[in-house]
């Protein structure tokens, strides 16, 4: 690599994004990335991008998009991409750290620092292969997210420094990979893709009780608990669930039967995918949010849903409970009964409701991208070997969200 005057030319980071498309990992790329030129103005910042995400960046002189189509032809594709595509871009880039945001490094060594986010606690979770295990889909697709999985591990000992959004992931990350403990940071994302809320009253005008779930397919989602929970509502209640499911994934024909069987047709109100412009609308909507979900490495529907003053029902996961804290109502997460309950203790107590509105909404403030943006700066600069003028004043202890 080129000799360069850093202090007159800055320094150029390579983001690593090929295989992010959409959902919550876009988010972080972008939020991430424009509080990244804001914090770090003579950073140049080349971002190696899938193809559909490219015009998506923020339009900045120091983000140079490298928009890489072939990684997204196949898995073997992806791996070449790796293993040489990215290797030569750090050398034809002069880049000084590389900063992976796919839970993936190639097995060569770079010749620079790496930051690798791991974003994906399924990995890492029994729970969750258990459900892979039991997914009617093809044995390939299970072979492949094994052997991904090697490969995430691989990716964890081989980095300079490893990111997660929760102490539950960086503890079962440490149990299933040989990696020192320091080499781990947490930071928390921010508040998804809404802004601030207000504390809501219980809207006893409305006909109906809006409940919620914002959600993409997986198995780990827990939908069938949802569904059995609705199911006991409507007997005493007016009750609909809202929930944000694309009709065109395969796994839909299996959930809308689902919902048939459990005669809740009328009940359930799909929006489909929702556009990053809308989903602050769809919060204002509902009156209680759920969030069943066997396995997160952060949920941000649960943030956005705690960020918008919404009272939530959670199921008592450890992520869960350490992004939550007090402000959610924790059931069993195969507890649609005790759900159902805590459904309609919420909306049959107007005191009880607002209390639960503020506490969400206070919880939902402790979530900061220029925060988590500062967070993620200081890993980078200590992996640079800088002097702390830019990093910022450390909270105390790795979580300061724990309540």
Same mark, same amino acid.
């Given at each position: 690599?080129?000799?360069? #005057? ?95 945001? &796919? *839970? ?9 620092? &790496? ?11 029994? /729970? ?19 052997? &991904?999985?090697?490969w995430v591990c691989r990716s964890v000992a081989a980095a300079s420094a490893v990111t997660v959004q929760t102490s539950a992931l960086a503890q079962a990350i440490l149990c299933a990979v040989d990696v020192p403990r320091e080499r781990l940071s947490v930071v928390p994302h921010g508040p998804g893709l809404v802004t601030a809320g207000t504390v809501r009253q ?19 989602? *827990? ?22 499911? #694309? /009709?065109?994934?395969?796994? $839909? ?19 489909? /995918? ?14 209680? $949010? ?5 396995c997160e490495s952060f949920g941000f529907p649960l943030v956005e849903a705690m960020a918008s003053g919404l009272p939530v029902v959670g199921a008592a996961i450890a992520s869960t409970r350490e992004i939550g804290g007090q402000a959610i ?5 195969? #507890? ?18 607002? *209390? ?19 967070? *993620? ?18 909270? &105390? ?7």
């Open positions: 690599m080129v000799a360069r #005057d850093q202090d007159e030319i800055g320094l150029n980071i390579l983001i690593n994004a090929v295989s992010i498309k959409e959902g919550g990992s876009s988010v972080v790329l972008l939020r991430l990335l424009e509080e990244f030129v804001r914090l770090r103005p003579g950073f140049r910042w080349y971002v190696a991008v899938h193809p559909s995400m490219a015009a998506a960046l923020p339009s900045h002189p120091e983000i140079i998009a490298r928009p890489v189509g072939a990684a997204a032809r196949s898995p073997a594709y992806l791996r070449l991409w790796y293993e040489h595509g990215l290797p030569k871009l750090v050398r034809d880039c002069e880049i000084d750290l590389v900063f992976s945001q &796919t *839970n993936y490094l190639p097995t060569r060594s770079l010749g620079v620092p &790496t930051l690798l986010l791991v974003q994906h606690a399924g990995h890492f979770s029994d /729970e969750f292969h258990a459900l892979m295990a039991q997914e009617p889909q093809s044995r390939i697709r299970n072979w492949v997210f094994k052997v &991904t999985g090697r219980l809207n006893r005008g409305r006909p109906g009780w809006r409940i919620g779930y914002v959600s993409k397919h997986g198995v780990q989602k *827990n939908f069938d608990v949802l569904f059995r929970a609705v199911q006991l509502l409507r007997e005493h209640h007016p009750v609909q669930l809202i929930v944000t499911l #694309d /009709e065109r994934a395969p796994a $839909f024909r299996r959930i809308a039967a689902r919902i048939a069987e459990l005669g809740l047709t009328d009940v359930v109100r799909n929006l489909g /995918e929702i556009p990053r412009g809308s989903i602050e609308a769809v919060y204002e909507q509902l009156d209680v $949010f759920l969030f069943p979900s066997l109502e924790y059931v069993e997460p195969q #507890d649609h009964r005790a759900m159902a309950d805590a459904i309609v203790r919420l909306m049959t107590d107007p005191e009880y409701y607002a *209390n639960r509105s503020a506490a969400s909404l206070e919880r939902g403030r402790q979530f900061s991208w220029p925060r988590s943006a500062e967070e *993620n700066l200081a890993m980078i600069d200590r992996l640079l070997g800088k002097s702390d003028e830019h990093s910022p004043r450390r909270r &105390t202890g790795a979580l300061a969200i724990h309540g």
